[in-house]
């Protein structure tokens, strides 16, 4: 879990703001799931979802999170003066990734983190598709760099993939009570 969110926040992180916008929107979901799951009649009666009474730290971190990438943005979003790279996008990814297996929430990633996964699958989808048929699937992969190739302007790609991410968590969220 953890692995695989790292390689993917990382394959995200292509196009200025991108990798942290989509962070926000995830650690955000994720600070309010440890927050839901140390109130005890949140979690238990009303959410059935796991509750742990020490998981609130997880929310304050989760939020410093968010803060920190509203700050990083600033200076990140296109043109970019600061760079993420693989040491930050790497650690994101680990971040998150380990904030849904204390929340125990980690199949919920698969939505709420559907950017990411998105990005993962197209890399793996190309690769698997050029080893076996010597044909690609995408102009380019990941999936960000096919619509800049198919004649997006990079800010285009970049907030449309910020919406999505804001949809996904917000039905990720939604699905807490269906279950």
């Known amino acids: 879990m953890i692995i695989g969110c790292s390689n993917a926040v990382n394959l995200t992180d292509g196009l200025d703001g991108l990798a942290i916008g989509t962070t926000i929107s995830?650690?955000?979901?994720?600070?309010?799931?440890?927050?839901?799951?140390?109130?005890?009649?949140?979690?238990?009666?009303?959410?059935?979802?796991?509750?742990?009474?020490?998981?609130?730290?997880?929310?304050v971190f989760m939020m410093a999170l968010v803060g920190a990438?509203?700050?990083?943005?600033?200076?990140?979003?296109?043109?970019?003066?600061v760079f993420m790279g693989d040491t930050g996008s790497l650690a994101i990814g680990g971040a998150l990734g380990t904030a849904a297996i204390c929340v125990k929430q980690e199949l919920l990633l698969v939505i709420i983190g559907g950017v990411f996964v998105m990005e993962a699958m197209s890399v793996i989808l190309q690769v698997g598709s050029f080893k076996l048929r010597k044909k690609r699937i995408f102009k380019m992969s990941p999936i960000h760099h096919h619509f800049e190739l198919l004649g997006w302007k990079e800010s285009q790609v970049i907030i449309r993939f910020w919406i999505i991410s804001i949809m996904l968590a917000l039905f990720g969220l939604a699905l807490l009570k269906i279950a």
């Open 26 to 59: 995830v650690a955000l979901s994720y600070a309010f799931l440890a927050y839901l799951a140390g109130h005890f009649y949140m979690a238990v009666e009303y959410l059935v979802i796991p509750h742990n009474r020490y998981i609130g730290e997880l929310a």
């Open 69 to 81: 990438g509203f700050g990083f943005l600033w200076f990140n979003c296109y043109p970019a003066k």
